[in-house]
């Protein structure tokens, strides 16, 4: 299976420039997850439906949080999965948990638009 175009990894090295300033030009959407954890794994084609549905206006990062615990202790993560939408550097909120891709795009309406 192809991936989509609007779905990148990133780690802790690179999260300033291809989360933070790259949310100056558009949304981009951070999935905080981790192998072992079975609602990480069941949420990523929700969020990977959501983020086709909106065609590139929205990307998302994936960070996975064994390879990156400084960016989740940074974010003060409690839990996972936890999504962060960033714009124009800012937090703009987050959800925890698995959820339905239109649970998802709900959310993104009511805190980006």
Request: glycine residues 8%.
């Amino acid at each position: 299976m192809q991936k989509s175009p609007y779905v990148f990894d990133v780690d802790v090295d690179g999260f300033e420039e291809r989360v933070l300033q790259a949310s100056e030009g558009q949304p981009i959407l951070v999935d905080f997850w981790a192998e072992w954890c079975s609602p990480c794994l069941a949420l990523t084609p929700a969020l990977e439906r959501t983020v086709g549905a909106y065609g590139g206006q929205i990307l998302l990062a994936k960070v996975e949080v064994d390879d990156n615990m400084k960016l989740a202790g940074h974010y003060r993560l409690r839990g996972f999965p936890t999504v962060i939408l960033f714009h124009k550097h800012e937090e703009l909120g987050r959800f925890s948990g698995a959820r339905a891709s239109h649970w998802i795009e709900e959310w993104i309406d009511q805190h980006w638009r």
